[in-house]
């Protein structure tokens, strides 16, 4: 069963959600987690997950980065819209998520969070994941030391190492997170140094993720990508892991209803 973990299907990019979701259902893709930047698109992807229900399911989340400028509410204000919308959508919200820590330049300086409102922010989402026994989706960009130093706790909850590029040096403090995952994206299709990484990870522990409209693999990279586009990430873990695709398509599959709970 081909899983797409992380897509972002609540985007401007897709005015022919029809046609996205049609295609990945030929391309063999039997779920996808919609995964939130904000709260407006948190709320935007219950909508869609009760549209395509048993197809679609909701992460409702705030990324790190402030990526919702309309919304002048306090952190505290956003999070408890988060946890309002879990409350009242139970069957559709399967995740926290995505959040985490960025610590990249942004063009626009006025919609980057300072390290202590990342903390906070990630700090109140991983409370909600607790509370509500969701998974959380992590992201991390240039921040993956940070976080193993700065000991936050996760305490039991499970969840995604999102998009993982932490490389080979920082695998096996990662691998010690026994609940996490481990997202794959297109880049494997192209980036030989994350092929190294994910040959070493357990077939066990990965999972397949578009991140679309983002990191289109090949031969659609600097493309829109979709759901569909998934088979093709599987394709490309088989041939690392020197299995089958329907090995691949079965095991990562498992993962991810184990994760998610669907």
């Known amino acids: 069963m081909l899983i797409d973990t992380h897509a972002h299907l609540s985007f401007k ?17 039997e779920k996808i987690i919609c995964v939130s930047s904000n709260v407006a698109e948190s709320v935007k992807a219950v ?24 919304n002048k509410d306090s952190i505290e204000a956003q999070l408890a819209r988060l946890e309002k919308l879990i409350v009242e959508n139970k069957n559709m919200v399967v995740a926290v998520g995505e959040c985490g820590l960025d610590f990249t330049e942004v063009a626009d300086n006025e919609r980057k969070r ?38 936050l706790d996760l305490g039991n909850i499970r969840g995604v190492f999102h ?5 080979k040096k920082r695998l096996n403090r990662f691998l010690e997170f026994g609940n996490f995952m481990f997202g794959v994206t297109g880049l494997v299709t192209y ?13 066990n522990r990965l999972v397949l993720e578009t991140d679309c409209p983002f990191l289109a693999p090949l031969p659609h990279r600097g493309e829109r990508n979709e759901p569909a586009y998934t088979s093709l990430i599987a394709k490309k873990v088989a041939e690392l892991k020197r299995i089958s695709l329907e090995e691949i398509s079965r095991q990562t599959g498992e993962n991810a209803m184990k994760i998610f709970g669907i």
Do not use: M
């Open 163 to 167: 998009c993982y590029v932490g490389g």
């Open 13 to 29: 990019d897709y005015n022919d959600l029809d046609d996205v979701i049609k295609r990945s259902r030929e391309s063999g893709v």
């Open 114 to 151: 300072n390290i202590e409102e990342q903390e906070k922010l990630f700090r109140g989402q991983i409370e909600l994941a607790k509370k509500y026994n969701l998974p959380i989706l992590l992201h991390f960009n240039k921040a993956h030391d940070y976080f193993l130093n700065k000991h």
């Open 191 to 203: 980036d030989e140094g994350l092929q190294q990484v994910v040959k070493e990870i357990p077939l």
């Open 47 to 70: 909508e869609i997950a009760k549209k395509y229900s048993g197809i679609v399911f909701a992460a409702v989340g705030i990324h790190p980065q402030c990526t919702d400028p309309e």
